[in-house]
């Protein structure tokens, strides 16, 4: 490993290393497409290749891994906590088998803001320090096993302006009225899970002029969906779901 002054050598070694525990804890050879990871005679942001239409890692000007999508691609077992040590700006681990925990460690990836762990087997509950990552534009942990409560700290990511989707766990309690601060987001989905209460705070403060089921007509805030149990969760704005999915009949 070379670089141009000891300090460059050094987070190359700490890079590639953590890119290796990711390969390695996630059962790399197994993945559908290997990327080239583990090259011996590649610099390691010469691995990857596209991916479902984008690249599977990028990297900087300065050589530094930012971006990893390995969405669709058999990755089995766990996030690694060193994966903290990179300066991530996107990733995307969408529709494989991960499993366990969130490492909090993650929670301190303070540039990170695309984050989709979406259709996993990830269990436990949303830590709150998910509020603090406060440049997040995009947010999804649905379609896994998370429990517990939705932390009131989500409110704080203002930021959203994409997707914030918590569907298909086994969440309980209500939603925070916090989210009512949520006024960029586009699409925000709570349904498939075991809330309860009211989320007519929301209909009052994003869609206060279109409900109910007018939600793609509102001027008022960018928000296109709004899904929640409707028969479990008071929405008059929701403009979904289903009160049975297909796998519960």
């Known amino acids: 490993i070379t670089g141009p ?4 050598v050094e987070w190359r070694i700490v890079q590639r290393y953590v890119l290796a525990v990711l390969y390695y804890s996630t059962g790399g050879r ?14 390691e ?21 930012v ?10 077992g766990t996030i690694p906590r060193e994966i903290a040590s990179l300066n991530l700006t996107t990733l995307d681990f969408l529709s494989n088998k991960l499993q366990g925990s969130i490492p909090h460690e993650l929670y301190t990836l303070g540039d990170i803001s695309y984050l989709n762990l979406g259709y996993n087997d990830f269990t436990g509950t949303i830590a709150s ?20 409560t939705i932390p009131p700290e989500l409110g704080n990511l203002t930021q959203l302006t994409g997707w914030l989707s918590l569907e298909g766990n086994r969440l309980s309690g209500t939603i925070p009225e916090s989210f009512a601060q949520l006024t ?15 989320a007519e705070f929301l209909c009052d403060a994003l869609v206060p002029n ?3 089921g007018k939600i793609d007509k509102n001027s008022t805030t960018p ?10 969760v008071e929405c008059s704005c929701c403009n979904c779901c289903p009160l049975v999915r297909d796998d519960q009949v």
């Open 45 to 65: 942001c010469d691995w990857g290749g596209m991916n479902n239409g984008y690249d599977a890692m990028e990297c900087n000007d300065e050589k530094e891994v």
């Open 30 to 43: 197994g993945w559908t497409d290997q990327f080239n990871y583990l090259d011996e005679g590649l610099h």
């Open 129 to 148: 320090e998910l509020g603090a990552m406060d440049k997040l534009t995009y947010l999804m942990i649905d379609n896994n096993d998370m429990t517990g």
């Open 210 to 212: 279109e409900a109910p």
């Open 223 to 232: 928000l296109l969906e709004l899904w929640a149990d409707i028969d479990k």
């Open 67 to 76: 971006s990893i999508n390995l969405w669709q691609n058999n990755l089995i």
């Open 184 to 198: 960029n987001a586009v699409w925000i989905y709570f349904n498939y899970n075991n809330l309860n209460g009211s």
């Open 5 to 8: 002054n000891r300090a460059d």
